[in-house]
């Protein structure tokens, strides 16, 4: 069965500083791209970061850019987010989603259960 | 990066069809055959149904069907059921390693 676990959410102080990981099991993992989407109280979707099976191309969202790093390590099938001088608005709902290709083309099929990260003082 | 535009809510009898539009413009949903859509049940995390414009991924039902003319995109549902009662979210590659995703639409069965 393809899963996708998240883990490392959390409450931390607005400026601080957490990892989010996710592990996949039941795929080949370093056959597919991988995403990291979020969702705010009550809001819609927001696309976060991808990045390709290799991890030779990355993006993200403006929101994000600059302050968020994301990363695999395809020995541990294993995606992670590195949150940097996190803000209030950073609080949200944050998925790990598998893309359908290497690279980052046609969209995700598969969706973790999601972690929660709270930023507030 | 603003994100595309669904209409805020469509609505159907059971057995119907309803259609949700996903209008982006020449730099995303235009410029790239990789739009895709979600389904989200309420406390639910987030559902593949459509991607590469309108492949289903394994075991979604033949209702759902994705196409794309232009900027805009779309989902049908044929053959309306209660369980289809659902927020769904369109999303495209915008090009430069970046994805958009819609505003969603509220689905609602009467």
């Known amino acids: 069965e393809v899963q996708l676990v998240e883990s490392g959410g959390g409450l931390v102080q607005p400026g601080r500083s957490l990892r989010l990981s996710c592990a996949a099991s039941?795929?080949?993992?370093?056959?597919?791209?991988m995403h990291w989407v979020r969702q705010a109280p009550g809001k819609g979707l927001e696309w976060v970061s991808g990045?390709?099976?290799?991890?030779?191309?990355?993006g993200y969202a403006d929101s994000v850019k600059g302050r968020f790093t994301i990363s695999r390590d395809n020995a541990k099938n294993s995606l992670f987010l590195q949150m940097n001088s996190l803000r209030p608005e950073d609080t949200a709902f944050y998925y790990c989603?598998?893309?359908?290709?290497?690279?980052?083309?046609?969209?995700?099929?598969?969706w973790g259960q999601g972690t929660t990260v709270t930023v507030s003082s | 990066q603003s994100a595309l535009t669904q209409p805020r809510s469509v609505s159907g009898s059971p057995g119907q069809s309803v259609t949700i539009s996903c209008t982006g413009t020449?730099?995303?949903?235009?410029?790239?055959?990789?739009v895709s859509w979600y389904q989200q049940h309420p406390g639910k995390a987030p559902k593949s149904i459509i991607y590469?414009?309108?492949k289903r991924p394994s075991g979604v039902p033949d209702r759902f069907s994705g196409s794309k003319s232009g900027n805009t995109a779309s989902l049908t549902i044929s053959g309306l059921q209660a369980e289809d009662e659902a927020d769904y979210y369109c999303?495209?590659?915008?090009?430069?390693?970046?994805?958009?995703f819609g505003t969603g639409t509220m689905v609602t069965v009467l």
């Open positions: 999303c495209s590659y915008g090009g430069s390693y970046i994805y958009v």
């Open positions: 590469h414009v309108s």
């Open positions: 039941g795929f080949t993992f370093d056959d597919y791209a």
């Open positions: 989603a598998k893309d359908t290709e290497r690279n980052m083309v046609y969209g995700m099929d598969v």
């Open positions: 020449s730099s995303d949903v235009g410029g790239y055959n990789s």
């Open positions: 990045v390709s099976w290799n991890s030779g191309r990355t």
